[in-house]
Each structure stands twice: as structure tokens, then as C-alpha cells.
């Protein structure tokens, strides 16, 4: 049942006796919530912001609405972790309801400045007439924990030559300078990024538009963030509006990068490559990046989409936040690998060897609901050769190599309860064997997977909803032989 904008529009004050607690019981007995991700209590989770690390601690907030699961009055929820792997919520972290962010706290980034934490965010308002009018908005957290809003916000209009769908700040600092890239709409509907600076992350001056080859490329940048690595310029963002071209942009939005000579900041022309996507997957949007103390460059991102119904939404909860990831840059292409720490969740060890010959084969001791599974596949010949997991008596979900067509597939048309049908059920992209040898490394938790390709090569991410007692796992080869080397932790 959809909500009417009154209901969506509520701050958590405003619910009514016992529909929090009742939402909190319902989303309790949800037979989908996961054993190591991180998830809303309640509620609707979407994007990651705030990524940084202060005062000893990873700190992370995603963006909230408490009361359901519709994309309603947003907050910024705060969790912390000291490994990337074990994260305690700390409650509310921004709370709309100013006269800046009357009608949601919408994403953003983190700095440290002067030992504080500086949360820049978009305040989202509507006026009587539901006309948008977003705020560059700042708070404050102490370092005890304590989040401040500053009652002015930094960056007050939208340029001239863009909509008010102008939002999501990511901030960093070079050269003495603060600079922030913003997500932002042409007023001909088309999608670019724009560039601020400020002295001290309260003044902030309009430099210009990033200057890119994608003059006409979906009718909205989300979420930008840029950094560089190994010298390498890196300008990340989601696309909306984008047509399927034959396996990519299958989604329903986009996130990917582009990559190429680090912005010139003085006239912000950044000359680079092809625009390619983060993941091959489903459920992958909105990512945000931090800098970790020894230099690694981290994401994470939202395991969900916009305008998507998910299964969950009857439980009255949604979503959740992929595993933290390391990138690294290899000939022009980002590699993503499980962030190092997330073996600490590693449990009881099963090791696995097998050699199949156009067969399949259940393996009863790697089956479960939450694990890390590893295997590295040789191949023999075969045509098809893959990994059935979560599998029961209907239900699989499948990844699985086609030699013929050279491409990885993920197949999740029996994973279970389905939804966003209509963007098909398949997700597929061009992998070459390397010495005849596929590595796959899974993180299966109790409704989603994600999968790392030959060393983050590829990833594919996804959310699955199986019965409780799909916890199978198979291997098999068709049409020649294959060896399978696998072992599998339990996770915590």
C-alpha cells in the first residue's frame, strides 16, 4: 500500500503510539535479515555517507527513513566500527526537520578538520506547491560523538544552467583548499557534475562544471566522489536515464567511473576513458569512497535501487550496505577486493576438492545461509561449468562461466521470492579464463551475495530472498570436465 506524502513526510517524532515498536516487531520476524551486514533496524536504508575515519573509528551513516519503507523524510543514521567488520549503531546522526532540511537530510560526505568531524549534506525542503529547494547544509560531530547543525547553510542557491535536482556533496582537501564535487541536472534534463571550493569548509565558491566528454548521459548524476590513485583521476558517480546497451545498464540506474588524468582544478577538465560500471550485478547503487589510515582507498555502497519493491518491504524494512571493499587500479580499471579485515568474521573451516565430468554434484558440507565461500575452478573443456547455491527443491541461485560466449552469468530466476522482473533476471559480463582458471570468491549472507571475479577483476552484487531451508550448494560441468577447489569459513 503506498503511502500519501503526509505519511512519507513524518519525522520520527511525529508517529503515531506504538507504530515504531510495532514496525521494529515486524521487521524482528523477518525471515530475511542478515548475519553481517549492516541493515536498519526499521525502516528504509539507502545511500552511504559520512564515510571517514575519526578519533580511532570507522564512522558510517546511511541515509534512513524510519516509518516504512518508502523513500520518505530521510535522517542520517550513524554506526561506527574500529575493523570494518563489527559496527555498533549509535543512533540518529543528522535529524531533518530545520527550515533547511525541512523535508529530509539528503546524502553527503566527511572531512576532519581541526579535530572535528564535518558532515556536509544536502537539506532537502519542499515548498506549499511541492517545488524542490536543496540547501548545502554542514553539522558538526564532536569528538565525543555529539552532531551539531550549523543553522546557515554553506552553499545557499543552485547555479544558473541547473534544476534544483542539485545535491550529494563529497568533500576533500588538496592543496590548502577544500573542494567538493555535487551531483546536478542541466536545465536541458541532462546529467553533469560541479565543482566548489572553500578555505574553510564554510565559504564556498562556484568553480564550474567538471568538464567531460559525456555531454548527454542520462538525466541525472548521483552521488559523485572523486579522488586519485596512483596518480590515476577518478570521478565516480550514478547515472540515471541510461538504455540498456546489450549486457550493461541493465538496471534501473547506473553507478560506475571514469577514469584518466587527475582533474585540472584550475579549469576542472578532466580528460578521460570509457564510462564503466562499478558492478555487473543487481542490487548496486550510490557508492561512497574514504581513505583509510595506511592510505587503502575503501567503499561501500547501497545493496538496493530506487523505485524498486523488494520483498522486504512487507517486513517493514529494506536494504542494506555492501561489505567494505579495497580499490586498486590495474591498466585503467578499478579492481575491487574484500576489504582485509572481513576475515576476522571467518569461522569453521571446510576445504573441498573435487574433478567433475559433465555432471553435478551437491556438496552437503559447504551447504549454509551465511558464508564465505572461495573456490578456484579449472577448467577442463567444458562448455558450461558453475556454482548452485542457496539451492533447494525449487529454488538456486546460479554462477556459472559459458565458454562459448566467453561470459560470467549470474542467474537468480529461481533464487527465490522474485521482484524488478521487468529488468530481467540475469546479469552477464565478458570474462576471459585466465590459464584456463576461474576464481570465485563469495560472501553469501541470509538474502543477498556478493561475488569478487578472479581477484576483483569483476563483481557481481545482489540481493536473493530463498526459503529458510534453501541453504544447498552444487557444482557442475556440462559437456566436459572441470576441477573444483573450494574452501568455505562460517561466519560469525
Known amino acids: 500500500m503506498k503511502m500519501s506524502r503526509a505519511q512519507l513526510y513524518r519525522r520520527i517524532d511525529q508517529a503515531e503510539t506504538g507504530e515504531w515498536e510495532?514496525?521494529?516487531?515486524?521487521?524482528?520476524?523477518?525471515?530475511?535479515?542478515?548475519?553481517?551486514?549492516?541493515?536498519?533496524?526499521?525502516?528504509?536504508?539507502?545511500?552511504?555517507?559520512?564515510?571517514?575515519?575519526?578519533?580511532?573509528?570507522?564512522?558510517?551513516f546511511y541515509q534512513w527513513f524510519p516509518l516504512g519503507t518508502g523513500h520518505g523524510m530521510k535522517y542520517w543514521y550513524h554506526t561506527s566500527s574500529s575493523d570494518l567488520v563489527h559496527w555498533k549503531n549509535r543512533g540518529i546522526g543528522i535529524a531533518p526537520g530545520g527550515p533547511f532540511d525541512?523535508?529530509?537530510?539528503?546524502?553527503?560526505?566527511?572531512?576532519?578538520k581541526d579535530g572535528k568531524l564535518y558532515l556536509m549534506y544536502t537539506g532537502n525542503t519542499r515548498s506549499p506547491d511541492w517545488i524542490?529547494?536543496?540547501?548545502?547544509?554542514?553539522?558538526?560531530?564532536?569528538?565525543?560523538?555529539?552532531?551539531?547543525?550549523?543553522?546557515?547553510?554553506?552553499?545557499?542557491?543552485?547555479?544558473?544552467g541547473y534544476t534544483d535536482h542539485f545535491r550529494d556533496p563529497k568533500v576533500w582537501m588538496e592543496g590548502g583548499n577544500y573542494y567538493c564535487v555535487i551531483g546536478a541536472q542541466r536545465l536541458?534534463?541532462?546529467?553533469?557534475?560541479?565543482?566548489?571550493?572553500?578555505?574553510?569548509?564554510?565559504?564556498?565558491?562556484?568553480?564550474?562544471?567538471?568538464?567531460?566528454?559525456?555531454?548527454?548521459?542520462?538525466?541525472m548524476w548521483e552521488c559523485p566522489d572523486y579522488f586519485e590513485l596512483d596518480g590515476t583521476g577518478i570521478l565516480l558517480f550514478s547515472p540515471q536515464g541510461l538504455s540498456p546497451?546489450?549486457?550493461?545498464?541493465?538496471?534501473?540506474?547506473?553507478?560506475?567511473?571514469?577514469?584518466?588524468?587527475?582533474?585540472?582544478?584550475?579549469?576542472?577538465?578532466?580528460?578521460?576513458?570509457?564510462?564503466?560500471?562499478?558492478?555487473?550485478?543487481?542490487?548496486?547503487?550510490?557508492?561512497?569512497?574514504t581513505q583509510a589510515p595506511d592510505g587503502r582507498r575503501l567503499l561501500t555502497a547501497w545493496m538496493g535501487l530506487p523505485e524498486v519493491e523488494y520483498p522486504t518491504?512487507?517486513?517493514?524494512?529494506?536494504?542494506?550496505?555492501?561489505?567494505?571493499?579495497?580499490?586498486?587500479?590495474?591498466?585503467g580499471k578499478l579492481m575491487q577486493s574484500p576489504v582485509r579485515e572481513l576475515v576476522k568474521l571467518r569461522g569453521r573451516k571446510t576445504e573441498v576438492q573435487t574433478v567433475m565430468n559433465d555432471e553435478s554434484l551437491s556438496i552437503a558440507e559447504l551447504a549454509g545461509t551465511a558464508y564465505e565461500l572461495l573456490v578456484?575452478?579449472?577448467?577442463?573443456?567444458?562448455?558450461?561449468?558453475?556454482?548452485?547455491?542457496?539451492?533447494?527443491?525449487?529454488?538456486?541461485?546460479v554462477i556459472y562461466y559459458d565458454r562459448v560466449e566467453e561470459k560470467l552469468v549470474l542467474d537468480r530466476s529461481l533464487s527465490g521470492q522474485s521482484f524488478a522482473l521487468e529488468y530481467g533476471?540475469?546479469?552477464?559480463?565478458?570474462?576471459?579464463?585466465?590459464?584456463?582458471?576461474?576464481?570465485?570468491?563469495?560472501?553469501?549472507?541470509?538474502?543477498?551475495v556478493e561475488i569478487f571475479v578472479n581477484d576483483g577483476e569483476e563483481t557481481f552484487t545482489a540481493r536473493i530472498f530463498p526459503e529458510e531451508e534453501s541453504t544447498g550448494v552444487n557444482f557442475f560441468a556440462e559437456g566436459g570436465r572441470v576441477a573444483f577447489d573450494a574452501i568455505k569459513w562460517d561466519t560469525e
Open 313 to 331: 518491504d512487507d517486513h517493514g524494512w529494506a536494504h542494506c550496505l555492501t561489505l567494505p571493499r579495497e580499490l586498486t587500479l590495474k591498466n
Open 22 to 60: 510495532s514496525l521494529k516487531q515486524l521487521a524482528e520476524r523477518s525471515p530475511w535479515r542478515q548475519k553481517y551486514h549492516i541493515q536498519p533496524v526499521v525502516g528504509l536504508l539507502n545511500d552511504p555517507n559520512g564515510f571517514s575515519f575519526f578519533e580511532g573509528e570507522y564512522h558510517l
Open 425 to 448: 533476471t540475469e546479469r552477464k559480463c565478458p570474462l576471459e579464463l585466465r590459464d584456463g582458471t576461474l576464481t570465485l570468491h563469495l560472501f553469501v549472507d541470509v538474502s543477498s
Open 188 to 219: 536541458n534534463e541532462t546529467g553533469s557534475v560541479v565543482l566548489y571550493r572553500s578555505p574553510d569548509l564554510i565559504q564556498w565558491y562556484f568553480e564550474g562544471e567538471i568538464g567531460t566528454d559525456l555531454k548527454s548521459f542520462g538525466f
Open 102 to 112: 525541512s523535508h529530509g537530510a539528503f546524502s553527503g560526505s566527511a572531512i576532519e
Open 376 to 397: 578456484e575452478i579449472r577448467d577442463g573443456g567444458a562448455n558450461r561449468f558453475g556454482i548452485e547455491f542457496r539451492a533447494g527443491r525449487h529454488e538456486r541461485t
Open 132 to 160: 524542490r529547494h536543496p540547501f548545502q547544509c554542514m553539522a558538526v560531530m564532536e569528538p565525543d560523538g555529539v552532531i551539531t547543525k550549523l543553522e546557515q547553510p554553506v552553499i545557499l542557491k543552485v547555479p544558473r
Open 245 to 289: 546497451q546489450g549486457d550493461r545498464f541493465r538496471n534501473i540506474y547506473q553507478a560506475g567511473y571514469l577514469t584518466g588524468r587527475p582533474i585540472h582544478l584550475a579549469d576542472r577538465q578532466f580528460d578521460h576513458g570509457e564510462f564503466r560500471e562499478l558492478d555487473s550485478g543487481f542490487d548496486f547503487y550510490a557508492p561512497q569512497t
